[in-house]
């Protein structure tokens, strides 16, 4: 503009002398070229912002969505969850053109319909709040509806050791629980590649293997603490979890944000090097070449290539080897297992699948113990039998040790938990809500088979992922040895703390012991459903307040009665009750005290025995090892009043206790794709 201004004095007429004739030409291909530079800009951007949207929509499509379905967004106000609200409002808004074109066609009384953006305020920070507000309108500016949630931390605020991790179980607790409330089957969440490169070192410093280096899940289901139940029907209640971002960078993140005139706040605790991933953040953005980035993708890639194919296997011998029985147990049959000639790794993910199914124990078998379990599911005949990961293996009875039994062991340490339904959340007419979530899975999971990848770590031991990736050529010399230094530098940082948070506990309880204790008043009352160890969902539908008093409130203690583990001395009691008086009870009689629904003191002693003779030759076929984890309800004096796993009752109105073995988290952990 200055040399513009500079020449306008100059006359039209035509110029004296020849240098100045060669200036309006030399200005006028100067224009020419900054528009073409700027046209040349602008369709680069353009087009980078199309090509991120295309694989956006092509990230959705794989995980079995579509714009129509109801979506929920767990946004925090950075730069990742903004971006991904972007992205998703306009995929969701069918507009993959401009963003900045498509966002002023939206706001505050134009909202992108079936999109809510979830904002969850921890309360660990004094500002939290009012950063939590600020987002909240900056989402709704955008077109999208939100809403905020403030952390109640009951038990007091966790510690600096604890924060991180208890603020993540809180958050996703928070997250699930509103998307059910809103029935909302999706949450996505805005994870991105830089993200999986901080975990592939962080678990890498662990000692993690091949399929936790593949790092987190493209898609995967997370269950409620309480599954769906009707009548005596039940089934697990989830979400799925989507992470759409895996394959953008952190600065795809900044671009987007930015091409979509969108803010965003920075958590000042990502800076803080307290925290593993953030050190580990910071010692990466050092490393920042475009070589060794993508080397480390593919690395990661490999990895989780090799996590596909395993889950898949894995799939296939839980179908094909494995049984599940009604009363808590599974079968796994060893000469199937034999005739597959399973690799160590898939025998892994396989044996310790079972395992956290029948225990349901929040984390899976991990280290020596997997190679004990591999021990014993390679020997065959099984003569032995293993406690391990919250279970106990077994010969199953009568299979000459071809088969094993996986039974939930009760005799270790960790706590009985007993939790009540609330009154709402069962029965009714439509007892399993109407939800997209099955089709999604399906149609993710129809993807997932037409998808072929190369597992290139499956023969390798976890320890070698490196030195393999290395033979390989994918990665060369000086990635290696950064990626190893990273790992040498958080593997000692990760000791020395665990050597010092060791040494200062001196016996102090922890909050999870205090937790634990709280937990131990049992107690379900008729017309209650309770959870029980998050296996078996009880039922206790009684009609004596139908029917006024009756025998059974001398029995029980105020109509409640404690659930605990089944235990020896039960089935040596129905043994004894069954033969007491037996031989006064004739035929004419049993058949009357059958049916009979009056509780008085007699009606219910011959009940009782009847009962139990009914249950004596239903337990003779259950195995002993399986008996243990089934749950009784006795009373305040310990005497026990129904085992409605084998049907036995004192009395009639205690034949309406039901009991279902339905397991919070599915066998093999629901659908999971690591795309």
Request: hydrophobic content about 40%.
């Amino acid at each position: 503009m200055a040399v513009r201004g500079l020449l306008m004095p100059f006359p039209n007429t035509a110029p004296s002398h020849p240098a100045v004739a060669i200036i309006p030409a030399l200005i006028s291909c100067f224009g020419k070229f900054s528009r073409a530079r700027r046209a040349r800009f602008y369709c680069r951007h353009h087009t980078a912002e199309i090509d991120r949207r295309d694989k956006f929509a092509q990230r959705m499509g794989a995980a079995g969505l579509k714009p129509h379905h109801r979506i929920a967004i767990a946004v925090s106000g950075g730069p990742d969850s903004m971006a991904l609200c972007v992205l998703t409002a306009d995929w969701k808004s069918d507009n993959l053109v401009d963003s900045a074109t498509s966002l002023t066609t939206k706001g505050r009384s134009n909202h992108v319909d079936g999109l809510l953006a979830i904002v969850v305020d921890h309360g660990l920070r004094p500002e939290s709040a009012e950063e939590a507000d600020l987002v909240r309108n900056r989402v709704l500016d955008m077109g999208i509806k939100c809403q905020v949630s403030h952390c109640e931390w009951l038990d007091g605020k966790p510690g600096p050791g604890h924060l991180q991790e208890a603020a993540r179980n809180k958050r996703y607790e928070t997250l699930q629980n509103i998307c059910i409330q809103q029935q909302i089957s999706i949450l996505l969440i805005a994870h991105h590649a830089d993200d999986q490169a901080e975990l592939f070192i962080l678990r890498l410093s662990r000692n993690s293997g091949v399929l936790g280096l593949a790092g987190m899940s493209f898609a995967s289901q997370m269950f409620s603490q309480f599954p769906d139940f009707c009548g005596q029907e039940s089934r697990p209640r989830g979400i799925l979890i989507v992470r759409p971002l895996l394959d953008f960078s952190k600065e795809d993140m900044y671009d987007i944000c930015r091409s979509g005139n969108q803010e965003w706040v920075e958590d000042p605790t990502n800076k803080s090097p307290v925290y593993a991933r953030n050190r580990i953040r910071m010692s990466l953005s050092n490393l920042s070449s475009s070589i060794f980035k993508t080397e480390l993708e593919a690395t990661i890639s490999a990895c989780r290539g090799t996590r596909l194919l395993v889950d898949k296997f894995c799939n296939l011998l839980l179908k094909q080897a494995v049984t599940i029985m009604p009363h808590g147990y599974a079968v796994i049959d060893l000469e199937t297992l034999r005739a597959m000639e399973v690799k160590d790794i898939y025998l892994a993910k396989f044996v310790t699948s079972v395992v956290q199914f029948i225990s349901q124990k929040h984390r899976p078998v991990r280290g020596k113990a997997v190679k004990l379990l591999q021990s014993y599911i390679r020997t065959l005949p099984s003569k032995t039998s293993l406690t391990v990961g919250g279970c106990y293996l077994c010969p199953a009875p009568g299979s000459k040790g071809t088969k094993v039994l996986v039974c939930c062991s009760v005799n270790l340490s960790f706590p009985v938990t007993m939790k009540l339904f609330h009154p709402f959340s069962y029965g009714g007419q439509n007892c399993f809500p109407t939800s997209d979530l099955e089709q999604i899975v399906k149609e993710s999971e129809a993807y997932l088979d037409t998808f072929t990848s190369d597992a290139p770590f499956s023969d390798i031991a976890a320890e070698s992922v490196l030195i393999e990736a290395k033979k390989l050529g994918i990665l060369s010399h000086s990635t290696y040895e950064s990626i190893v230094t990273l790992q040498q530098e958080e593997s000692d940082d990760f000791k020395s703390k665990a050597v010092s948070k060791f040494a200062s506990k001196d016996g102090i309880p922890s909050s999870n012991d205090a937790a634990a204790a709280a937990l131990n008043n049992f107690v379900i009352m008729p017309g209650q459903v309770g959870y029980f160890m998050d296996r078996f969902v009880v039922d206790w539908k009684t009609r004596c307040d139908e029917e006024g008093d009756c025998f059974f409130s001398s029995i029980c203690d105020e109509r409640g009665a404690e659930v605990r583990h089944m235990v020896d001395a039960d089935w040596l009691y129905l043994s004894d009750l069954s033969k007491k008086n037996k031989a006064n009870v004739g035929p004419q009689e049993e058949n009357n005290h059958q049916d009979d629904d009056k509780c008085s003191s007699s009606s219910s002693n011959y009940y009782g025995i009847l009962s139990a003779s009914r249950a004596i030759e239903c337990l003779k076929c259950i195995p002993v090892a399986a008996r243990r984890s089934m749950p009784v309800l006795v009373n305040a004096q310990g005497l026990v009043l129904s085992i409605p796993s084998i049907g036995f009752a004192q009395c009639p109105h205690l034949t309406k206790v039901f009991v279902v073995f339905s397991p919070r988290i599915p066998l093999g952990g629901g659908h999971t794709s690591f795309l």
